[in-house]
T-cell receptor, first 108, second 113 residues
Framework: EDQVTQSPEALRLQEGESSSLNCSYT??????LFWYRQDPGKGPEFLFT???AGEEKEKERLKATLTKKESFLHITAPKPEDSATYLC?????????FGAGTRLTVKP | DAGITQSPRHKVTETGTPVTLRCHQT?????MYWYRQDPGHGLRLIHY???????DKGEVSDGYSVSRSKTEDFLLTLESATSSQTSVYFC????????????FGQGTRLTVV
């Protein structure tokens, strides 16, 4: 069965402490990998789409990368306003599956 | 913010009663989706629509029905609510098909007692 697994479930960082979130997937026929940010009590907000291994996308302090089995969301010198849950989603031939998310807390 | 409005934002209902959630968009996007979000499960697709009166099932469609009579409105109905349908429901829209950039509403918190 297709699966999307995010790790860690929760991550606490000090402001300025860079780190990475992981999204591993097992799907047949990847047609896109998506990263979203979700703040408490709100709907997810789109960040990136990656389509093929080796592809990278950047936005401010965030950089997403993709391999054949996983994607990383790198956060460089995070700030408290980066605190949120980050969701990964994978599109295959027939479906769209989300991971359970990584809850990121950045302390000042 | 994309023009998506979900109503109601919160609802408490009794087991066995019918419930309808509404999603209204002002973006004229072709695709509309209903997801549910539960702790530990992530977002799961219930139903989606690719045009007026054109809908299809998602991963967790049992116990739910949808209707889209106008481009801007997508309704999700729980014919007979059960406690397992207690969840946060999100509507989303996109210009392209499933998997393209989607914009989400603020969510509806539904509690079935």
């Amino acid at each position: 069965e297709d699966q999307v697994t995010q790790s860690p479930e929760a991550l606490r960082l000090q402001e300025g402490e860079s780190s990475s979130l992981n999204c591993s997937y097992t799907v047949s026929g990847l047609r896109g990998l998506f990263w979203y940010r979700q703040d408490p009590g709100k709907g997810p907000e789109f960040l990136f789409t990656l389509y093929s291994a080796g592809e990278e996308k950047e936005k401010e302090r965030l950089k997403a990368t993709l391999t054949k089995k996983e994607s990383f969301l790198h956060i460089t010198a995070p700030k408290p306003e980066d605190s949120a849950t980050y969701l990964c989603a994978v599109r295959d031939n027939n479906d769209m599956r989300f991971g359970a998310g990584t809850r990121l807390t950045v302390k000042p | 913010d994309a023009g998506i409005t979900q109503s109601p934002r919160h609802k408490v209902t009794e087991t066995g009663t019918p419930v309808t959630l509404r999603c209204h968009q002002t973006e004229n996007h072709r695709y509309m989706y209903w997801y549910r979000q539960d702790p530990g499960h992530g977002l799961r697709l219930i139903h989606y629509s690719y045009g007026v009166k054109d809908t299809d099932k998602g991963e967790v469609s049992d116990g739910y029905s949808v209707s889209r009579s106008k481009t801007e409105d997508f309704l999700l109905t729980l014919e007979s609510a059960t406690s397992s349908q207690t969840s946060v429901y999100f509507c989303a829209i996109s210009e392209g098909s499933l998997g393209t950039e989607a914009f989400f509403g603020q969510g509806t918190r539904l509690t079935v007692v």
